[in-house]
């Protein structure tokens, strides 16, 4: 018994010592991780930018609840030369898609909703919802039948409701969320619920709506009350104020003269499926809650049973996910075997990427959390290469 307490009494030392997560203040020390190593980092980001594979990066390495390192290199604006900052402003893309599911969860852990809910029971603009039998086969004449069973929430937050990826026969821009989801309510499922995946942004929309329904508020406004505000994630909005808008990052596409500039359009409403703008730290601070089960800074935002769901694999044996050796939680890509050990990231990490190469990721084992951010559309020529090598230096830097 006097073990047990004294175990007990070194570990409420130890949550004591640690301090709040704070992000403008580097530790490597107390992170357990190299200096040098961590050095190097910038060091090879700026290779990317000299070499024109990319404007600017941003990385944040933070290691038992202390950023280790935060750097930015290149530019935020090439035409102007503007330097890249810590603190800039990254449209996030997919990476938004985690964010979504982590405001289902908050309605989950309030008995409001419930995962193996249909969601035409929030949304009933899909009742009658039909099955094409031949899947994306094209050159087919399938006629429309009924699926086994009814699309569930958990088939949304996973990718495996058979929903494709984008509204089809569109005939308009929509002016609103509800429009746009429920301009979704003419697909077909490409298969039966549960039993296939395939990366489905209409599914992450008609999320953000069912926020919108069962809370009875603008899904925008009900995640940053939720989550941006507790979180003192400042930064983080789907439309930029007016005073912020010098720290916004451009986006470029990698052609084989250079970069060039990607014409951005203003949104009309809030993107479910990609549409958040934010800065590393902000990132790091939801990460860094998901890694400490849900609270962080002494305000809870989720339960711990929402965040082991959410970071667990729900897709069984399915092919999932873009890389080799993943499953798929809610909102994220989860490894699941060795072979998506490949950047030194261990088994269970849950990690998530954007269109414009936003990336973060979470390794509980090694109890880590990293940030990389760039705004480039495409691959740059060899795909991945920035965020393959920033989270193999970041892990190679853990000492202890």
């Given amino acids: 018994m006097k073990t047990a307490l004294s175990l007990a009494f070194a570990c409420s030392l130890a949550a004591l010592a640690a301090g709040p997560f704070v992000i403008d203040k580097t530790d490597p020390t107390a992170a357990g991780m190299n200096t040098a190593r961590l050095a190097q980092i910038p060091v090879r980001m700026k290779e990317f930018v000299t070499a024109g594979k990319t404007a600017g990066v941003v990385t944040l390495v933070a290691r038992h609840g202390h950023v ?25 893309a997919s990476v938004t898609k985690p964010v979504t599911c982590a405001g289902i969860m908050i309605l989950v852990d309030e008995g409001r909703v419930s995962l193996i809910d249909p969601f035409e029971k929030y949304l009933p603009e899909f009742k009658g919802l039909k099955l094409n039998p031949c899947g994306t086969r094209a050159g087919y004449n399938c006629a429309l039948v009924t699926p086994s069973r009814a699309v569930n929430i958990l088939d949304l937050m996973t990718h495996t409701s058979g929903l494709p990826g984008g509204v089809p026969g569109r005939e308009g821009p929509p002016n609103t969320l509800a429009e746009s989801v429920a301009a979704a309510s003419r697909a077909s499922l490409l298969f039966e619920p549960g039993t296939a995946w395939n990366y489905s942004n209409i599914g992450i929309a008609a999320l953000g709506r069912i926020i919108e329904v069962v809370a009875g508020q603008p899904y925008d406004r009900f995640l940053a009350e939720r989550i941006f505000q507790p979180l003192d994630m400042k930064d983080t909005f789907f439309f930029v104020p007016p005073d912020k808008a010098s720290r916004l990052a451009s986006v470029y596409t990698y052609e084989a003269d250079g970069l060039k500039r990607a014409p951005m359009s203003q949104p ?32 809870r935002i989720l339960s711990a049973a929402a965040v082991e769901a959410m970071t667990t694999s729900q897709t069984g044996s399915i092919k ?47 109890d880590l959390v990293g940030i990389i951010f760039m705004q480039r559309t495409n691959g740059g020529g060899d795909v991945a290469d920035e965020i393959n090598s920033f989270m193999a230096m970041a892990a190679s830097a853990i000492e202890q």
């Fill in 68 to 92: 280790a390192s935060l750097e930015a290199v290149g530019y935020q604006n090439l035409e102007d030369k503007t330097p890249m900052r810590t603190d800039t402003i990254f449209r996030l």
């Fill in 268 to 299: 009309k409403f809030p993107a479910p499926e990609g549409g958040l703008l934010s800065t590393a730290g902000d990132m790091a601070r939801f990460h860094q809650m998901l890694l400490e089960k849900g609270s962080l800074n002494g305000h």
């Fill in 320 to 366: 999932a996910g873009f890389a080799p050796g993943v499953g798929h939680g809610f909102g994220f890509e989860v490894v699941r075997e060795v072979l998506g050990t490949f950047r030194y990231n261990s088994i269970g990490s849950f990690v998530k990427g954007g269109a414009y190469r936003t990336y973060g990721w979470v390794d509980p084992v090694k």
